[in-house]
Nanobody
Framework: VQLQASGGGLVEAGGSWRLSCAVS????????MGWYRQPPGKQRDLVAR???????NYADSLKGRFTASRDDAKNTVYLQMNSLIPDDTAVYYC??????????????WGQGTQVTVSS
């Protein structure tokens, strides 16, 4: 299973940006997906989750600005980011989670993509 996050770049505060996470080596529809971010010098934190069924949940501080979506036919997950602020500057990672019939979970991470928001 491989995850490739892409779309990072430099964006002005107040702008919008979209990240993609291409998944290969598996059937995406069987995976719960997540977006995480790691600001400089800080820990990696959850941004959003999107379940196999398409249910989403977000970090409280990001609700209303960020939207996760998925296109299983394209094996791709997206993160739409609006009203960006400098504090959104971080390396963004996607994660896939597969749960087998016993409940055991297998996590797979992408390599991260840098988003820099200028003030």
């Amino acid at each position: 299973v491989q995850l490739q996050a892409s779309g990072g770049g430099l964006v002005e505060a107040g702008g919008s940006w979209r990240l993609s996470c291409a998944v290969s080596g598996c059937t995406l529809s069987r995976y719960d997906m997540g977006w995480y971010r790691q600001p400089p010098g800080k820990q990696r934190d959850l941004v959003a989750r999107i379940s196999k069924e398409g249910r989403t949940n977000y970090a409280d501080s990001l609700k209303g600005r960020f939207t996760a979506s998925r296109d299983d036919a394209k094996n791709t997950v997206y993160l739409q980011m609006n009203s960006l602020i400098p504090d959104d500057t971080a390396v963004y990672y996607c994660k896939g989670r597969y749960s087998d019939l016993t409940g055991r979970r297998y996590d797979y991470w992408g390599q991260g993509t840098q988003v820099t928001v200028s003030s």
